[in-house]
């Protein structure tokens, strides 16, 4: 995996809230983020986005995203609930003594301790935890200014640019139809009858340099030709072909944030000129990487695309699962370290 890039404190309120949108990827609204932090083998926090309980299903709510942060192996969390005003009903709820209750037993019966907890409409906050009126009053206190300002200045140094919205993240792979359907027309008659194992090594080759490239390190790719983004999608579809090049990508892993951000990149272009029903083998290998490297909201919007697309993809029913459950990732990563590439191509692996 990378090198974990150091990574502004979190020192207050002000700081907490601000670190939220970089960590995602995105503004956040509506929703609860986890600051999970102790995690084994990091300095920075683990982060976790739930969308808003419904109203009535704050304490079910505590219960059920329990099991998910224990399984990160965290031993504290800071909680911030984003929500639009001071008088909505999730806010009331996330502030009720029953929520936190909830929330601190179902977290406490894996020894993990709980603690910031508060609300924000990114401008003003409001604390749940702390009753002491000299450092959190009951009435809103506005953000820092000056604290947001620096600390998203130090995210932007270490590459962390979050866009406007969830919805803005979405456009990062949202389909463009004309490219779709040139590369569409491309894949028509791209791939023999029955695939031989020599067209399936120049498929690996082929992907390999593009999604690995050896003499490049800089995330500014090249948007993709139309024969070769026909020819990313129409390679990974062969499971043979998706499975040895995963196994590279994990296993052989990069070395710096501009590898892996090419690579990235290089994949979501393929899925913004993937034709209909042809998404899937690449946005799941695309949902996998970037749940390795902690762009856990892309790696989620991924897995959607991909299970849209295709219900019955068992590798896309594989990362959703592994995602949901909270697994980390470096486990997952130390699982195919115990696979060869020839057990990657054998078909009687399936």
């Avoid at 990160?72 to 911030?80: E, K, P």
């Avoid at 894996?110 to 990114?122: D, Q, R, Y």
């Avoid at 866009?163 to 990062?172: M, P």
Wanted: net charge neutral; glycine share 8%.
């Amino acid at each position: 995996m990378t090198a974990e890039p150091l990574l502004p404190p979190i020192t207050c309120p002000s700081s907490l809230v601000a670190s939220c949108a970089p960590l995602l990827g995105f503004v956040p609204a509506d929703c609860v983020v986890a600051f999970i932090q102790g995690v084994p083998g990091r300095r920075s926090p683990v982060i976790m986005r739930v969308d808003l309980p419904p109203v009535g299903g704050a304490t079910s709510f505590a219960a059920d995203i329990a099991p998910r942060i224990a399984r990160t192996g965290g031993c504290a969390i800071d909680v911030v609930a984003w929500v639009a005003d001071e008088d909505s009903a999730s806010r009331h709820e996330l502030t009720s003594t029953p929520f936190l209750v909830a929330l601190e037993d179902a977290l406490g019966l894996g020894g993990i301790e709980v603690g910031a907890s508060l609300s924000t409409n990114g401008r003003v906050w409001w604390s749940h935890s702390c009753s002491d009126p000299v450092c959190c009053p009951e009435a809103s206190t506005a953000l820092e200014p000056a604290t947001m300002d620096a600390v998203r200045a130090e995210y932007a140094f270490a590459g962390y640019a979050p866009l406007a919205s969830r919805e803005k993240l979405g456009d990062r792979v949202a389909r463009d139809e004309l490219r779709a359907g040139r590369v569409g027309r491309a894949m028509s008659g791209a791939r023999p009858a029955r695939p031989t194992l020599r067209w399936c090594d120049a498929q690996i080759r082929f992907l390999t340099e593009l999604l690995m490239p050896t003499d490049a390190c800089d995330s500014r790719a090249a948007p993709l030709s139309t024969a070769k983004a026909a020819r990313l999608l129409r390679g990974l579809s062969d499971t043979r072909v998706r499975d040895v090049l995963l196994h590279r990508l994990v296993v052989r892993g990069r070395h710096c944030q501009g590898c892996w951000a090419g690579t990235i990149e290089t994949l979501c272009d393929a899925l913004r000129c993937a034709p209909l029903g042809a998404a899937a083998p690449a946005a799941t290998i695309l949902a996998l990487v970037a749940w390795m490297v902690g762009e856990g909201s892309l790696a989620t919007i991924c897995v959607q695309r991909a299970l849209e697309e295709d219900p019955g993809h068992r590798l896309a029913a594989m990362a959703s699962q592994l995602m949901g459950q909270g697994t980390d990732p470096r486990l997952w990563r130390e699982s195919l370290t115990g696979l060869s590439e020839a057990e990657c191509r054998s078909p009687g692996r399936r």
